[in-house]
């Protein structure tokens, strides 16, 4: 398993109704935040206390961020903050013992996105890009988002269209941080991703 790349947070600078910022827009409408107070145990020192603010998208990370617009605060989405099954997958890991048995494993992954490399005994080599990740729309995630306009993710790229090779012609597959797909992939993504360790990498296999 290498790490793919993919962006699978978003950011928002949130608009709250007045310095107490206890109501925040949102969809056209005002609202609640939730605080939570986190204690920090620091040892031989006092519990140190930090109030969290916490909106639809997620936590706020950072306060009184400095942007184009003046000080903000910004809150991000994130898909490591769901609820998720890895430990599953794993264990169904564990067991497999053909290609249909690691695929269903996979299906259990959300986070981060992951190259995961396959092979068999028969013969039998795969290549899949897993994770779950939102749809959005063209540069939606690229920049900042208003806290009014954005939107809690509820529509996700389908796990059938998540990048996989299959017992390509090539007769190898390889990951090095690359980039997924190809200009042909119907869905927006974005994310960093290495540009030259793979190439010189898949160069050399392909001599082989």
């Not at 962006?7 to 005002?30: M, R």
């Not at 206390?49 to 997620?58: A, H, P």
């Not at 067991?95 to 048995?101: L, S, Y």
């Not at 540069?139 to 090779?165: T, Y």
């Amino acid at each position: 398993m290498t790490n793919s790349g993919r962006d699978v947070k978003d950011f928002y600078t949130v608009e709250y109704k007045d310095a107490t910022k206890e109501l925040y827009h949102y969809q056209n409408q005002w609202v609640k935040s939730e605080f939570v107070i986190e204690e920090f145990k620091v040892r031989d020192a006092e519990t140190v206390l930090d109030t969290v603010i916490y909106t639809k998208f997620g936590p706020v990370l950072h306060t009184d961020f400095e942007t184009q617009n003046g000080k903000k605060d910004i809150a991000v989405q994130w898909m490591g903050h769901k609820g998720s099954k890895e430990y599953m997958m794993f264990y169904l890991l564990n067991k497999a013992e053909n290609f249909e048995d690691y695929l269903e494993a996979t299906k259990y992954y959300s986070c981060p996105a992951q190259n995961m490399v396959f092979a068999s005994v028969n013969g039998d080599i795969a290549l899949r890009n897993q994770g779950e990740f939102p749809l959005n729309k063209f540069e939606q995630s690229k920049f900042l988002q208003n806290s009014n306009d954005g939107k809690v993710w509820e529509e996700f790229i389908p796990f059938k269209h998540n990048p996989m090779q299959y017992n390509p012609s090539s007769g190898f597959v390889a990951s090095a941080n690359q980039k997924s797909t190809d200009a042909t992939y119907p869905y927006y993504y974005t994310g960093g991703f290495e540009n030259y360790r793979n190439r010189v990498i898949n160069k050399e296999l392909d001599k082989m």
